[in-house]
């Protein structure tokens, strides 16, 4: 079975421009889950969806948005870049909102 | 609000030695859970535990172990008889519905 997987693997983009991060659930998953992920960190969590509705968000200012669809994949967006969003972000997907999640291996993004 | 620490930035060890990796957590739920992930170098994360907070046992699985202990808010993790391809990032999580992760231990296990 396929696992969680994310595109594209590597991104480069320019301050004030837009990226579109995408991830696909395993299958029979209905949650997903966006993290960001700074060199030398843990994980930050920036929004939850479940069953197409956003369940969480974390502390991250309005350049983020994400949305789920009826295939339970999803998109997460960010506005105006800046230098501080180069990180790994990474999707999660799980059964339910509490449940064990499954990563897959993260969309790498630079801003230059 | 919840909290989670990894005190052990980064630990060092010879293959074959045990070593525990400690977690300490804060929270104002009554209902959580508790995980570890594993984070090679490659950087993808690998789920090893889920434990709610109901459910104190301790869990053994081939060289791993957990030791969680409510009275003391921690979630410790322990390898015995380390390999080398047990070298990675260890993460300590909680959660309700959205996980807080710790910042991560540094495991390196030297031949």
């Known amino acids: 079975d396929a696992g969680v997987t994310q595109s594209p693997t590597h991104l480069i983009k320019t301050r004030g421009q837009h990226v579109t991060l995408r991830c696909s659930p395993i299958?029979?998953?209905?949650?997903v889950s966006w993290y960001q992920q700074v060199l030398g960190q843990g994980p930050q969590f920036i929004f939850q969806y479940y069953e197409k509705e956003e369940r969480g968000r974390g502390n991250f200012p309005d350049r983020f948005s994400a949305r789920q669809f009826p295939n339970y994949s999803s998109e997460l967006n960010v506005n105006a870049l800046l230098l501080g969003d180069s990180a790994l972000y990474l999707c999660?997907?799980?059964?339910?909102?509490?449940?064990?999640?499954?990563f897959g291996p993260g969309t790498r993004l630079t801003v230059l | 609000a919840q909290k989670v620490t990894q005190a052990q930035t980064e630990i060092s060890v010879v293959e074959k030695e045990d070593v525990t990796l400690d977690c300490v957590y804060e929270t104002r739920d009554t209902t959580y859970y508790l995980f570890w992930y594993k984070q090679p170098p490659s950087g993808e994360l690998v789920f090893l535990i889920r434990r709610n907070s109901f459910d104190e046992q301790n869990e053994i699985s081939g060289r791993y172990s957990w030791n969680f202990q409510k009275s003391t808010s921690s979630f410790n993790f322990t390898i015995t008889a380390s390999q080398v391809v047990d070298s990675a990032v260890y993460f300590c999580a909680h959660s309700n519905y959205q996980l807080i992760w710790g910042a991560g231990t540094k495991l390196i296990i030297k031949p």
């Open positions: 999660a997907s799980s059964l339910g909102g509490g449940d064990e999640q499954f």
């Open positions: 299958s029979g998953h209905k949650s």
